[in-house]
């Protein structure tokens, strides 16, 4: 039979003076520790009662959670025994650390089993492996958040560069998640904002700001223009990019959803997936023209021929199989930019850029806001002022002619 006390475990002071305060389970005459995720001095601990003192703040939260994590190790230490397990100490241990709720791991899971049931699949896609990077960084042995401290935090940003060959901006998107959880470890009580890693004078996330570059009139018109009948899969490709790039950078996730029944009266009408908004406007001729050439050959629900009916409703395959598609339209579209000798990146994401570039400040940023569906006139600001250059241009020609 197993016992188990909650102890400071002394043996491993922290920087500031302070002990982990921890559960001692002796078994089988071996002691096995877990750590409960909080450490306090030793003047603060009521050795005797097993207590965090009253002066202590917070200190009836902290006893509380104490209490919790003891009872729960005590319940399974005693459905082991009742179901005749004769666990290992390790497997033991895995089995105590899956049912911390206040750990890393258990509230990252949580986290992305949140974004699975609010059906959020594409950021939940962006964010698991940002996670999987934490977690491989700690080499899959769990963490309590008060341990997740700035000295950590930069050896894990040095991880992501040096190992892991991540970008500068890549980096700062796993510190983000971290962020986030973290964040959400306070509101829930389990971890004190004085532990808080992120700030002036700690970890400061700085965003990189990406470099958008689209392509200019010429280039689009080679691809307008270049005969892909005997290519069907860049045929494709190159009909659903123009016509997101017609359609004002349309996202991907939007266009392959595009379905006959969203375009009605010369205009297309559709809830974008990203914000639920409705949008409709009128389409232009030149993307009629490559929507018409389809309906020749209409048989399914789907405007593209990408995804079909049997694949069903079921939003998570879905989007799968949508992203699944990207990849490989992408693919086709960097081999219509090779054969055309066109050296900058063409992709789905691209045509965004591209009618960025090409509307410059033609068009008051009031209108390209309805046009990029933006819900802030400053993202929209903020947006085009990576592809307005005339002005600037203008006035260093100006200074250097003389």
């Given amino acids: 039979m197993a016992s188990l006390k909650v ?13 982990p305060l ?9 002691p096995i520790y877990y750590q409960i995720g909080y450490a306090i001095k030793a003047i603060d601990w009521d050795e005797k009662n097993a207590v965090v003192k ?69 950021q939940h896609s962006g964010e698991k492996p940002r996670v999987n990077h934490f977690k491989t960084f ?9 341990h997740i401290t700035p000295p950590l935090l930069k050896k894990f940003m040095i991880y992501l560069k040096a190992d892991k060959g991540l970008s500068d901006r890549s980096v700062m998107n796993c510190l983000i998640v971290v962020r986030t959880l973290f964040n959400k470890a306070i509101n829930e009580g389990l971890v004190e904002s004085k532990h808080y890693p992120f700030g002036p004078g700690k970890v400061q996330i700085k965003l990189i700001e990406s470099r958008k570059v689209g392509l200019n009139a010429e280039e689009i018109k080679l691809i307008e223009e270049v005969d892909l009948t005997a290519l069907k899969s860049q045929m494709h490709a190159r009909n659903i990019w123009l016509t997101s790039f017609y ?6 996730s939007d266009i392959i959803n595009l379905k006959w029944k969203d375009i009605y009266d010369g205009r297309l009408n559709y809830v974008m997936g990203k914000n639920k908004k409705v949008v409709s406007f009128k389409i232009p001729a030149k993307a009629n023209t490559i929507i018409e050439f389809y309906k ?68 008051a940023p009031q209108l390209l806001q309805k046009l990029y569906r933006h819900s802030d006139l400053k993202t929209t600001i903020g947006y085009q002022s990576n592809f307005i250059h005339k002005d600037v241009d203008d006035a260093l020609s100006d200074i250097l002619d003389f």
């Avoid at 102890?7 to 002990?19: A, C, E, V």
């Avoid at 209490?67 to 290992?88: G, Y």
């Avoid at 700690?138 to 008060?146: A, K, L």
């Fill in 22 to 30: 921890v559960i001692r389970v002796i078994r089988n005459r071996r």
């Fill in 138 to 146: 700690m080499e899959n042995e769990d963490i309590s958040f008060q």
């Fill in 296 to 363: 020749e050959d209409r048989t399914g629900t789907y405007v593209f021929p990408y995804l079909k009916d049997e694949y069903g409703t079921d939003e998570k395959v879905l989007n799968s199989k949508t992203r699944s598609f990207n990849s490989l339209i992408n693919k086709q579209l960097g081999k219509i930019a090779a054969d055309l000798k066109i050296d900058k990146s063409l992709t789905m994401h691209i045509s965004r850029h591209s009618f960025g570039q090409i509307a410059g400040d033609k068009i």
């Fill in 54 to 122: 009253n002066n202590y703040p917070n200190s009836a939260r902290l006893n509380h959670l104490i209490l919790k994590k003891k009872t729960e190790v005590s319940a399974i230490l005693i459905a082991a025994d009742q179901d005749d397990l004769n666990l290992t100490d390790k497997q033991l241990t895995k089995k105590i650390r899956s049912n911390n709720k206040s750990s890393f791991n258990a509230i990252a899971d949580e986290h992305l089993s949140d974004l699975l049931k609010l059906k959020k699949f594409n």
């Fill in 247 to 252: 359609l004002a950078g349309i996202r991907i």
């Fill in 7 to 19: 102890m400071l475990y002394k043996s491993n002071p922290k920087i500031d003076g302070t002990f």
